[in-house]
């Protein structure tokens, strides 16, 4: 068994081929991350609390950004997205719209008081659905050798886990009040 590294070159034509999917999986990952932030743009006015408001202000904010670094790990890879961003806005608007939807019906269903509290539901598995997505862009980057998308990648997942435990705490925070004392955040 050797123990020194092995490299393999790949032909231009491979290269270009496994190039062009990574930004068909950027042009998903750009829509997931649109879809997190408008639903969560559309929440943070429906709550109440004004300290679990400021903490999802800051977290739209950060989605904001978080959609600026898809731009920034097609540089990294070398790609340019697969999607124009208008389509990509469409698509993670309806993307977003459909899960809002989804949680209203989910949450009532379930016995959950208040529309703020069920989008909360939706955001967690929202945000991890992005998360993921950032995470599989990480992972393109380290098969394809692009030390500047993983940087990128690498952070946002490590922001999106962070919010990913906030987002979380507060669903569970409220979560007594909305099924059994039907009350809102």
Known sequence: MTTTPLLVELDEATLTAQRQR???????????????????????????????????????????????????????????????????ALTGAVLGLGRELAGQVQGLLAGGRGPAWRDLRQLNLSNLDSMSAFAVAEQLGLALGRPRAVDVAFRVVAEKSAHQLLLREVFLEFAADAVLYRRDV
Request: net charge negative; charged share 20%; no cysteine.
């Open 22 to 88: 990574a930004a068909t999986w950027l042009a998903t990952l750009a829509s997931l991350q649109t879809g997190y932030q408008q639903l969560l743009g559309r929440t943070v006015p429906l709550v109440r609390d004004p300290q679990v408001r400021t903490w999802l202000t800051e977290l739209h904010d950060a989605a904001r950004r978080h959609e600026a670094a898809v731009d920034e790990i097609a540089a990294g890879l070398e790609v340019r997205p697969a999607a124009p961003h208008p389509l990509t």
